[in-house]
């Protein structure tokens, strides 16, 4: 439809009130350029409010509505939704400065070279999928403060001074939803993925090879490794994560240093009975897998709760020791059943084990128990039970000199931000996984905590103060400041 001509009357009405657009123009010109010295603060202001809080809080709120369903957050690997994501998360990379690429797994790469091509690069990433009803910082607060963190750098003129090249990473799946085994895009790079992975499949029955494929990603164990990085060619990882615990508001402090992340495994245990009548089939003669696991998972638990009523833990040689089990949590989040009828006893139960422990041998002492319980209650229940071990990693330490040095400029960006003295920064260990894990396996890792309210996370309750975006996002710019040649 052609656009009509403006008319006569409104043509010379425009003429009248030129003078006054004009002097608006002239005013909307002049604060963009006092913002850009705002934001571009090269003096004592660079603290960035406008990139690192308000613009990276934007985003996150964009990222925040990228979902694959209706109602609630979710956003797994290679989903609709996450091709979309990737979108955004390449704009906003390419807008700080950073060559862009798509790797075979799905992670998504921003990259600027640094004055002497030969250096180690620095990693700094997270991930970009969630979990199901998921909040909007889990993983993307990584990616967001690090790519506003680099805009920084650019806006002040530093970019181009950079020691080491710098490359932010949003990596494609690291809560594990879709496959069950977690750190697919971080695993992908640290070179550590199971040959098998490949043949892995989603609830739909459709394997890893089959949704890469479907993304034009002929994936063979030869191409990924393409995907590998050589661990000569990288200086070190760091990951900003929100604490996902309540240990930062308790004590009233913006940011923590990560010393350490609990290994944890992952099983699916599966229950086979007789399938029958509900109305028919006399208690005693039942083999009925849902009460089976409900017995096995009210095990799983004080296993948990109480480990020394399982296991021999105190003195002497050999033994486990009662701290070895610090922090050890067990979760089932998923159980399914068939056919799920409400007058009929199941034939099939199967469910979802998370265990983690800050102590690997303690974490693997409570699986072998869990696992001769539940061969034990099974054969007690004329039930047939069998377990598949879908993920497992060690727990992961932090590497001291690369951690001091996040420290550093986590310090120096909380001074510039506080108006009183917060006192030592808090060192805590995370019971949440991390792609940290994942890339503890290529090079040394850093890890920097961020304050979220009452700790909660995996829930849209998950929330993050605009202010403790900020702080994130500037402890990375101080970060990377020290790897800037003045
Ligand atoms: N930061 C996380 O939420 N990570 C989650 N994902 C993995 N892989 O651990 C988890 O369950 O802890
Ligand atoms: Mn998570
Ligand atoms: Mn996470």
Redesign the pocket.
């Known amino acids: 439809m052609a656009v009509p001509p403006l008319k006569a009357s409104s043509f010379l009405q425009f003429h009248a009130i030129r003078p006054l657009i004009f002097s608006i123009s002239i005013l909307l010109t002049l604060i963009t350029i006092l913002e850009a010295l705002e934001v571009g603060g090269n003096g004592e202001n660079g603290i960035f409010k406008e990139i690192l809080r308000d613009e990276a809080v934007f985003r996150l709120k964009e990222l925040g509505k990228v979902s694959d369903r209706e109602g609630y957050l979710e956003r797994t690997f290679l989903s609709p939704a996450s091709l979309r994501a990737a979108d955004l998360i390449i704009s906003w990379m390419q807008d700080a400065g950073l060559r862009t690429w798509v790797d075979q797994m799905g992670n998504i790469h921003g990259r600027t070279e640094a004055i002497t091509t030969s250096s180690k690069a620095l990693i700094i990433g997270s991930?970009m999928d969630t979990?199901v009803d998921a909040g909007m910082y889990?993983?993307l607060l990584g990616i967001i403060s690090a790519i506003s963190a680099v805009k920084a750098l650019k806006i002040s003129k530093k970019l181009e001074k950079l020691q080491r090249p710098v490359e932010v990473i949003a990596f494609s799946d690291?809560?594990?939803i879709r496959f069950q085994s977690?750190?697919l895009g971080s695993a992908a790079i640290a070179g550590t993925l199971a040959r098998s992975i490949l043949q892995v499949s989603d609830k739909s029955g459709f394997t890893l090879q089959d949704v890469l494929k479907e993304n034009s990603v002929e994936a063979t164990e030869e191409i990924l490794s393409k995907v590998k990085y050589n661990s000569e060619s990288v200086w070190g990882y760091v990951e900003v994560?929100?604490e996902?615990g309540p240990v930062l508001e308790t004590l009233d402090y913006p940011l923590g240093i990560v010393k350490g992340i609990a290994g944890?495994t992952r099983l699916k245990v599966m229950v086979s009975g007789t399938q029958g009548h509900a109305g028919t089939v006399p208690m005693l003669l039942r083999q009925d897998p849902m009460v089976a696991s409900a017995e096995l998972i009210v095990t799983l638990e004080s296993l948990c709760k109480y480990p020394d009523k399982f296991l021999t833990i105190g003195e002497g040689s050999g033994i486990l020791q009662k701290e070895s089990f610090s922090g050890l949590v067990c979760t089932v989040g998923e159980l399914s059943c068939w056919p799920s009828a409400s007058n009929v006893i199941p034939g099939q139960v199967n469910f979802t084990v998370?265990i983690?422990a800050m102590d690997d041998k303690a974490r693997a002492a409570i699986v072998s128990e869990f696992s001769k319980q539940i061969s034990e209650r099974c054969d007690n229940r004329l039930v047939n039970c069998s377990i598949e071990h879908k993920?497992s990693?060690e727990a992961t330490h932090c590497d001291k000199d690369l951690t001091s040095q996040l420290k550093h400029a986590a310090d120096s960006a909380i001074r510039k931000l506080s108006t009183h003295d917060l006192g030592d920064m808090p060192v805590l260990m995370?019971?949440?996984?991390?792609?940290a894990?994942a890339m503890s396996k290529l090079t040394k890792i850093g890890m920097l905590f961020v304050r979220c309210r009452g700790g909660i996370?995996?829930s849209p309750d998950e929330f993050v103060m605009k202010d403790d975006v900020w702080a994130a996002g500037l402890a990375l710019v101080h970060f990377l400041e020290q790897h800037v040649v003045e």
């Not at 995370?430 to 792609?435: F, I, L, P, Y």
């Open positions: 991930h979990v889990d993983g690291e809560e594990g977690t750190f994560h929100i996902q944890q998370d983690r993920h990693a995370s019971g949440a996984g991390h792609d894990m996370s995996h």
